[in-house]
């Protein structure tokens, strides 16, 4: 079993930047990638950005080159840092992490929120 706790959301005008991070605990040896998901009203869940133990990146096109997903030394927690955040970036953004089984384990979600 893997625990995720996510952190950082809040309020930011438009072209601010927020800094998210996600924790992992629990049986962190199994972690094989970590990403954030968002989800805005009335919409699907979506990938922003993930990144494997291995250091490989995977983005949404609609956040390359404002979005950056980096680990920790310790390969249990992820960051994703926003800049130049728009109106269209609003929405609950979950973590995830995926273990080498095949399970994947989400956080209980963080509202970032962008206003014009």
Do not use: H
């Not at 989800?39 to 096109?61: F, H």
């Not at 030394?73 to 973590?95: E, F, G």
Request: charged share 10%; with cysteine.
């Amino acid at each position: 079993q893997v625990q995720v706790v996510e952190s950082g959301g809040g309020l930011v005008q438009a072209g601010g930047s927020l800094r998210l991070s996600c924790v992992a605990s629990g049986s962190i040896f199994t972690i094989n990638a970590m990403g954030w998901y968002r989800q805005a009203p009335g919409k699907q869940r979506e990938l922003v950005a993930s990144i494997t133990r291995g250091a490989t990146t995977n983005y949404a096109d609609s956040v390359k080159g404002r979005f950056t997903i980096f680990m920790g030394n310790a390969k249990t927690t992820v960051y994703l840092q926003m800049n130049s955040l728009r109106p269209d970036d609003t929405a609950v953004y979950y973590c995830n992490v995926n273990t080498f089984s095949g399970a994947a384990y989400w956080g209980q979600g963080t509202q970032v929120t962008v206003s014009s």
